[in-house]
């Protein structure tokens, strides 16, 4: 296996003996790893970090072998790869800052959240006082309590008279009121 000669000024391979592109499926892996010294420095020219532009290499050859079928023959190989290489690059900056470093654990020891059961206790007994709640009440307090219809809405909706959406409303307010232990309104 010989070592891909340095790119011309155009910034091409100026390998005489063998287009830059793949003729034929059968070269692909020999083509590919004949170009790693090339992608290495590319790599390296990015992250200036060994360690970083070698897991930039082999991160590009794992995605360049993964869609291996994408690749059309006869086209620019080395660019191909170059531009795999580009792009995940740009990506891990992009990931990298939206990261936060803490390698002593003083932010996430910062980030508190205050406990949610109390609320979840409170739904769950919500949920139970809205099923004892005859249908008609419940659907006239949902249309106007948790979907924001105003009563004229609700009214035509449900098919009923003005007064008797205003009047569900109030019952189901009330049992619900009664079932939480909470004050009741006077509507």
Known sequence: MSLPSAPSE???????????GILDRANWREAVTTRIP?????????????AD???LVQET?????TYRDRFEPGTNLRAWLFTILRNSWYSSVAKRSREVADEDGHHAARMTAEGNQEWSVEL????V?????PPEHREAIVMVGAA???YEEAAEIAGCAL??????????RNRLAEAMDMPRGMD
């Open 10 to 20: 155009d910034g091409h391979d100026t390998e005489s003996a063998a287009p830059d």
């Open 38 to 50: 090339s992608l290495r420095a590319f790599a390296w020219s990015l992250s200036r970090n060994g």
């Open 53 to 55: 532009a070698d897991d």
């Open 61 to 65: 050859l794992t995605k360049a072998w």
């Open 124 to 127: 769950g007994a919500l949920k």
């Open 129 to 133: 006082a809205l099923d004892d709640l």
């Open 148 to 150: 924001g219809l105003s």
């Open 163 to 172: 007064g008797t959406i205003k009047s569900r409303v109030n019952r189901a």
